[in-house]
């Protein structure tokens, strides 16, 4: 039997600019691509035609057909558990070595954790590397070693990193460029004759494994260059096309944040700014995963939430009697997708308004978001909430009406997603802002305060 590598693709899925996936093809054994739907995961999926699993499914059937026309090779797709699947491939294939990129996520390091005690256990060993975040933990410290839980301090440390090593890199047309060696692409292509040749290896379809089709359109990959360059002028109106809906490729690396990180680097700070956001939270989660299921601030966990299941169900509806709140949610509802903007109104407006727990929301953010990403929901949760790290403070209780009236001030957005607003069909709003301010604020302080008794 043949000895093989093992590249096992999780939120890395492309074949271009991907760290584990060069270091197996360098590994001087044939590579064997394996992707696991893990039912530890899928199995908690309500709904049946969630968009998420078809976009995962047709991405791996266009890296799969890629790699048989062009590399003579295919891609393994099991639906399983994974140490189960793991199991099973020991008896199947002679294994060398298992490669993997690092996820950060709680479930996905005691995952890795079980996978890497099999393999140890028959004598192979589990190669991880960095491509999800631009740095981990360990790379952005504070002077005394201890990690960052304030933002603005991280970022400057961030990017002040990424002066370390500057390196002259080469491109294909032999121009040459100064490149931080933190954005030096992994070429995968250059050593492409390394993949297992195979003949193709049919996959689960959907129906295999209890799913449906969607007719939820995913945003492109692909984001102009005008639209980040105009970003810190666009990203606030909900209205207009100023966002680059890239989450989703992010959460599930269809494109390379190195090669998105450099491109940002030169054409607008905001938007690098946001991915510096997305490594904080990465490392924020990974250093207190805590958070995944209690408030990142201890004291915020002695806040007595309402909890009314009712009005819960009215701003899952979009039927608060606030315009914004309700076209944001109706948004989501419809397309997978919320503007940035308005993520922050809804949600400050379910924890402040309604005083319902954080965790109801994003978890039903988790279910409905194409861009779902444990620590960046997470971490915008609680900032709403007031719980998180670089918290809106409690007494902050952001106005739907005047931030419809800054974002949104020609009612475009709301028209496009309440159609019934301005008629007698709409709503009457649900609960009085000043009431609801401060109700909130008396909440919050008592709840404070018995943290401290």
């Given amino acids: 039997m043949q000895k093989v590598s093992v590249f096992w693709f999780r939120r890395d899925l492309r074949l271009e600019d991907n760290a584990g996936l060069h270091a197996a093809l360098k590994s001087g054994n044939p590579v064997l691509p394996l992707f696991i739907f893990d039912r530890e995961i899928l199995d908690d999926l309500e709904d049946k035609k969630d968009a998420r699993v078809s976009f995962l499914h047709n991405t791996l059937r266009e890296m799969k057909e890629a790699l048989e026309t062009e590399h003579g090779s295919s891609l393994l797709v099991r639906y399983g558990y994974p140490i189960e699947v793991l199991k099973a491939l020991l008896q199947e294939y002679d294994i060398a070595a298992v490669y993997t990129n690092r996820d950060y996520e709680p479930y996905a390091k005691e995952r890795d954790g079980l996978a890497e005690e099999l393999l140890s256990q028959n004598g192979i060993p589990f190669h991880t590397f960095k491509d ?13 070693g201890g990690t960052y839980t304030v933002f603005t301090p991280y970022s400057r440390t961030w990017r002040a990193r990424l002066q370390d090593r500057v390196s002259t890199v080469e491109d294909e047309n032999g121009q ?16 492409a004759q390394n993949f297992l040749k195979s003949e193709p290896i049919p996959m689960p379809s959907l129906a295999d494994m209890g799913f449906e089709p969607t007719d939820i359109e995913i945003p492109s990959a692909t984001v102009s260059r005008g639209l980040i360059k105009n970003y810190d002028k666009t990203r606030d109106i909900p209205s207009v096309k100023g966002t680059s809906r890239l989450g989703i490729h992010f959460r599930f690396g269809t494109i390379s944040i190195r090669e998105k990180a450099r491109r940002a ?39 007595e ?45 379910l924890t402040k308004h309604l005083l319902i727990d954080w965790r109801w929301g994003e978890a039903y953010f988790a279910k409905k978001l194409l861009d779902f990403d444990l620590a960046s929901n997470n971490g915008g949760w609680q900032w709403a909430a007031g719980s998180g790290t670089d918290a809106a403070p409690y007494f902050r209780v952001f106005n739907p009406y005047s931030q419809q009236k800054k974002f949104d001030k020609d009612f475009k957005y709301i028209k ?38």
């Avoid at 040459?176 to 050593?191: C, R």
């Avoid at 991915?275 to 209690?294: E, G, K, M, N, T």
């Avoid at 939430?305 to 109706?330: H, L, S």
Wanted: hydrophobic share 35%; aromatic share 14%.
């Fill in 132 to 144: 999800h975040v631009i740095f981990e933990a360990e790379e952005v410290c504070k002077k005394d």
């Fill in 265 to 303: 680097l030169q054409l607008n700070q905001t938007f690098l700014n946001e991915l510096i956001w997305r490594d904080f939270y990465s490392q924020i989660l990974d250093q207190h995963p805590h958070v995944a299921s209690r408030s990142f601030r201890p004291k915020y966990d002695h806040i």
């Fill in 176 to 191: 040459t460029t100064e490149i931080s060696y933190y954005f030096e692409p992994h070429p995968v292509k250059a050593h």
């Fill in 416 to 453: 496009q997603w309440v159609p019934e607003f301005g008629t007698d069909a709409y709503p009457q709003p649900m609960v009085d802002h000043k009431m609801a301010r401060e109700r909130c604020l008396t909440t919050y302080k008592e709840g404070l305060a018995k943290s401290e008794a």
């Fill in 305 to 349: 939430w309402r909890n009314d299941p009712a009005e819960f169900q009215r701003w899952c509806e979009g039927k608060t009697g606030y315009p914004i709140v309700d076209a944001g949610m109706r948004e989501l509802n419809t397309t997978g997708y919320m503007h940035n903007r308005v993520r922050m109104i809804t949600a400050s407006f």
